[in-house]
Structures are given as structure tokens and as C-alpha cells.
């Protein structure tokens, strides 16, 4: 399932360490005129983004604070383990870890995970644009079927995360220190929900 023509090793990327934060209950083109204006260049535009997660039946790897997910972006497919969430109690900002593999197959990963002993706990999909700046910020306005949007923005550290949260009018009391699945929890969607666009194309065997 690694890309043919590539060894393991080029297709991983480094373990990186992140600064982010969240903005929620965002409006697509407020924020695309926002970030316009601020000079950020837009490198996607509303791809759809599907997305399992996995654990143990024994929530091991939930309860250790990790996540193993598979997404697929657009054509792209990639399997990734995060971990962290942390940073000073006090903070607003949310320091995650993440070591990420591209993929070939969707499907064939889902099988291989479901003959590992692996559950998949949820499925989701939302429509993703991304946006980059010229100081390594990466910005990503999520779209979701059941809740309001909610932008990311994703930095090496965090005076130059702020420094984007207020050159697009944001101030520190709009930011959020929440993983995603904290924010759909936060809108009322349970772990075990299924989040699709009703018109969507579900891969056959994965989601029932």
C-alpha cells in the first residue's frame, strides 16, 4: 500500500511537533477574504477529506492519549499517530506530535486494520481548504455536514500561531485549545456517530 516507486522511508514523514490552535462557528468566505487580505496563498480549495479512526478494543491506545487515523485527502491517502494535546494548563495553545505515512489504498488500509484487531470508532467526512503563509503557518477551514465550520492554524511556535490569529482580525479570546473531536463533541456529536454529506459515496464494506 506505500507508493509504488517509493521506499518506506520517503514516504514518512518526520515525527513534527506542532503548535495549534481553533477558531470555531467560522463563515468559508469571511475567513477566504480574511486570509486573502493578510496575504496567505491558498494551496486547496473544498477537497473531501474522509477519515477513520482506530483503536484497540481496549480503548489502548484512546486511553494513553494517542490516535491512529486514516484519512484520505482528496486523491491522497495517509495514516497517521498523534499524541499529545498537551501544553501548560493554562494555555491556550495545544502542542500535538504527529509521525504521518502516505498511502495508495483507502480500502486495503481499512482491511489490513480490521485483520490487525483494530476498530474503526468513527467515520467522518468534511469538506477541507488549506492556506500557507510566508512564516511556515498553515491554515485549514474545515467544513463539516452537522456542525458550524471551524478553521486551524497550525505553527512552530507559538508567538508566530498568534501573530496569524491577530493579522487576520482574530484576538486570543476567539482561539480554542481543542482536538476534533473535542469540537464535535462540543456541537453534540458522539464518538460513535457517523459525520457524511448525505449525498456522499461511502466505500462499500467500510461504513454500513
Known amino acids: 500500500m506505500i507508493q509504488k516507486g517509493n521506499t518506506m522511508h520517503d514516504n514518512q514523514e518526520p515525527k513534527r511537533h506542532d503548535v495549534r490552535i481553533k477558531i470555531l462557528d467560522v463563515d468559508p468566505k469571511d475567513i477566504d477574504e480574511r486570509l486573502s487580505k493578510s496575504g496567505a496563498r491558498k494551496i486547496f480549495n473544498r477537497l473531501m477529506t474522509r477519515t477513520l479512526m482506530f483503536d484497540h478494543q481496549t480503548l489502548r491506545l484512546r486511553n494513553t492519549g494517542r490516535v491512529l487515523r486514516l484519512r484520505q485527502v482528496g486523491k491522497k491517502v495517509f495514516l497517521s499517530i498523534k ?9 491556550r495553545f495545544q ?8 498511502l495508495n489504498d483507502f480500502n486495503q488500509a481499512f482491511s489490513l486494520f480490521e485483520s490487525l484487531g483494530f476498530t474503526a470508532f468513527r467515520y467522518q467526512e468534511k469538506l477541507r481548504t488549506g492556506y500557507t503563509t510566508s512564516r511556515g503557518v498553515h491554515i485549514e477551514l474545515d467544513e463539516f455536514p452537522k456542525i458550524p465550520s471551524y478553521i486551524e492554524i497550525e ?8 501573530d496569524c490569529v491577530l ?28 459525520v457524511r454529506f448525505p449525498d456522499s459515496e461511502i466505500s462499500e464494506g467500510i461504513i454500513e
Open 83 to 91: 499524541s499529545g494535546g498537551d501544553g501548560a494548563p493554562e494555555s
Open 95 to 102: 502542542k500535538v506530535y504527529e509521525s504521518e505515512l502516505e
Open 167 to 194: 493579522q487576520i482580525g482574530y484576538s486570543p479570546n476567539d482561539i480554542v485549545r481543542m482536538s476534533a473531536t473535542e469540537v464535535l463533541r462540543h456541537y453534540g456529536v458522539k464518538d460513535v456517530d457517523i
Open 155 to 162: 505553527g512552530p511556535t507559538e508567538d508566530v500561531v498568534n
